[in-house]
């Protein structure tokens, strides 16, 4: 079974800054199926990056997403007061296995 | 626009069964595999099941199987979970999510990432 391991678990930083978001898998990925989500408090998850890299439909050229095998990113470029949030990765390919999540938190 | 609505939650005792359901609308639901996923409160997401297009293929976290049933009904686009012999700790917010680019081979589904979630509803097993 995959595991995926988010870093770090809570990421403090300013509206306007650059975030890096670490995801770490067990074993190499299958055909980088490796997905992001960002969860706001009281929403259902939405898709913000799938196959390591593709934004999602609608979703600002200020996320994106990089890596292959193990070690996959997300980066926001300049911090919105909205992306305050928490992020998990989420592998899908022979198992549905998603991370422990990051928090991003106003400093 | 593509709308997932979940229902059906609500509070049960250790041992019970509840059934939950999404009704979707605004795409061909009878295209898309479909899964359902939960989260604990205060805790990160957790995979529950998924079902193929036409319903020939589920397949289940191991937390779930052999109590947990997916189905769906592809005439009245709705997608289901029946969840038996409830415990403690399937205490969650439960979501359906629509499968986007995914194939159901014989041993699993595979490739096909959640591009639509439902709203999720709150199942509360206690005593």
Known sequence: ?107 | QVQLVDSGGGMVQPGRSLRLSCAASGFAFSLYAMHWVRQAPGRGLEWVAVISFDGSKRYYADSVRGRFIISRDNSKNTLSLQMNSLRDEDTAVYYCARDLLGYCGDTSCYGGYFDYWGQGTLVTVSS
């Open chain 1, 1 to 107: 079974e995959i595991v995926l391991t988010q870093s770090p678990g809570t990421l403090s930083l300013s509206p306007g800054e650059r975030a890096t978001l670490s995801c770490r898998a067990s074993q190499s990925l299958s055909s980088n199926y490796l997905a992001w989500f960002q969860q706001r408090p009281g929403q259902a998850p939405r898709v913000l990056i799938f196959g390591a890299s593709t934004r999602a439909p609608g979703i600002p050229d200020r996320f994106s997403g990089s890596g292959s095998g193990t070690d996959f990113t997300l980066t926001i470029s300049r911090l919105e007061p909205e992306d305050f949030a928490v992020y998990y990765c989420q592998h899908y390919g022979s198992s549905y296995t998603f991370g422990q999540g990051t928090k991003l938190e106003i400093k």
